[in-house]
């Protein structure tokens, strides 16, 4: 039988008539002891659909999209959607339902709320997994405040948020340092009967940490223990971080003193933070010792480079300076703003202002605009011309007497500093005189005569 010849006479039959299974990503359909495969099940079913006299109901569209939703096919879904609606079935809390879960997933959040607003206008009360998909699809927007107020409002419903919502938002809120909203979080967790687990605790001193308030990151590493969470590689190096943001070595080392004495052995975290601070110091000899203890636990991080190259740059040791200069420029696309700037501003501390000014071009190429302090620290390590003379123009608006005063000022200068009178005068570089120049002016006067 011919599949295409079959295909053209399936929409004529019942759907009573006609049985459909999925078998391995192959749609069956048997009329009889007629069985025809096709590997597009969904395909098959749109053609099916589009039939009038297979009486096609909500249900037989909801199916179909929700297929092409778990497969991520939006515009598909959207499509039968489409059709849907074109037939005038209006659409049920099912198919509302699944295209809410089907643009958080695809992070399409301006289609998401429009379907949560339908849904609460049909009557529809948001259950836990309603509230989690929009959680979600607000925090991936970078919207965590209005995902903390859908927490409330479940709270108010007496809906109980599970662990991993109050996760979802202590940790958008500890990555963008928002202590205070990290703590709220925190707090809830704890009133809402959920004990804190060694990842919220972590995250909670990490938020401290990039606020710049150490004193509250280590009540938190104090809190973590008596809580009877053993800190852990992660959680030493997140404290250390902390205090170097306020340079505190002193407080930093007899913390770790006090850890290994309990038995902890620095990791590979630990050990990169040392890294950068103590290259940031200029302490070589114990930032080489530390590299050595990196090697055998494992792989170097990337971001270690950066710190190497600096330090490097700084201490005006070239040919280590530019050897971690190659390995950052080789995967320069996972640099940040701010690394790139360190490497610069090290550069040029190490009057490698050439090597500077490159990293500064792929900086620009890579899309970031470098701050202010950045741009003077180039203008300021650009090579010197050689002034030949300067010359003021004296502005206009002065009496003659004026200006004869601050010309006999400036014929007195040898040098292109300038004169207390230097908002009164524009000045300009005179380059020096052409070898023709003599030559050029007799012609002339040749041509006058």
């Known amino acids: 039988l011919n599949k295409k010849n079959y295909l053209s006479k399936l929409p004529l039959l019942h759907r009573s008539k006609v049985r459909r299974t999925a078998r391995i990503g192959r749609a069956v359909f048997s009329v009889g002891s007629f069985v025809l495969e096709m590997e597009s099940p969904q395909l098959v079913a749109e053609l099916v659909l589009i039939e009038e006299s297979f009486q096609t109901v909500t249900g037989d569209y909801s199916k179909l999209m929700d297929a092409y939703a778990k497969a991520n096919r939006v515009e598909d879904a959207e499509r039968i959607y489409q059709k849907m609606t074109e037939k005038g079935i209006d659409a049920d809390i099912q198919v509302l339902v699944i295209l809410l879960q089907m643009y958080c997933d695809a992070g399409i959040l301006d289609r998401a709320k429009e379907v949560f607003e339908s849904l609460r206008s049909q009557g529809f009360q948001p259950d836990l997994k309603t509230y989690k998909s929009m959680i979600v699809a607000y925090v991936n927007a970078g919207l965590p405040k209005a995902a903390e107020a859908l927490i409330r409002e479940m709270e108010a419903r007496d809906i109980k948020p599970t662990l991993e919502m109050y996760m979802v938002l202590l940790r958008a809120f500890a990555q963008r340092g928002l202590v205070d909203s990290a703590q709220r979080m925190f707090n809830n967790m704890q009133f809402s009967g959920i004990q804190p687990n060694l990842e919220a605790c972590t995250l909670l001193l990490e938020a401290y940490g990039h606020a710049g308030d150490p004193d509250q990151a280590r009540h938190s590493f104090d809190f973590m223990i008596r809580a009877g969470h053993k800190p852990d590689d992660r959680c030493v190096a997140s404290m250390i971080a902390a205090y170097q943001m306020k340079n505190l070595l002193d407080k930093a080392l007899d913390l770790l003193l006090n850890m290994e004495k309990d038995g902890f052995k620095p990791g590979i975290a630990t050990y990169t933070v040392l890294v950068d601070w103590l290259g940031k110091l200029l302490l070589v000899d114990e930032v080489e010792q530390i590299l050595d203890k990196i ?20 201490s005006g040791d070239k040919s280590k300076a530019v050897k971690y200069l190659k390995r950052v420029e080789g995967r320069k696309e996972l640099l940040s703003a701010e690394q790139f700037e360190r490497v610069i501003n090290g550069l040029i501390a190490g009057g490698f202002v050439e090597h500077a000014k490159r990293i500064h071009d792929v900086m620009q190429a890579r899309g970031f605009s470098p701050s202010e302090s950045v741009r003077i620290a180039l203008m300021a390590n650009q090579p010197q011309r050689k002034w030949y003379g300067l010359w003021p123009i004296i502005k206009s608006s002065y009496s003659g007497s004026e200006r004869h ?24 570089v005179i380059p020096p005189p052409s070898p023709f120049a003599n030559c050029i002016r007799n012609q002339n006067k040749s041509t006058k005569a």
């Open 295 to 314: 090697a055998e636990l494992g792989d170097v991080p990337f971001q270690t480079n950066v710190s190497l190259c600096d330090m490097y740059s700084r």
């Open 405 to 428: 005063q601050m010309s006999k000022q400036a014929s007195t200068m040898r040098s292109p500093s300038f004169p207390k009178s230097a908002a009164l005068v524009r000045w300009v």
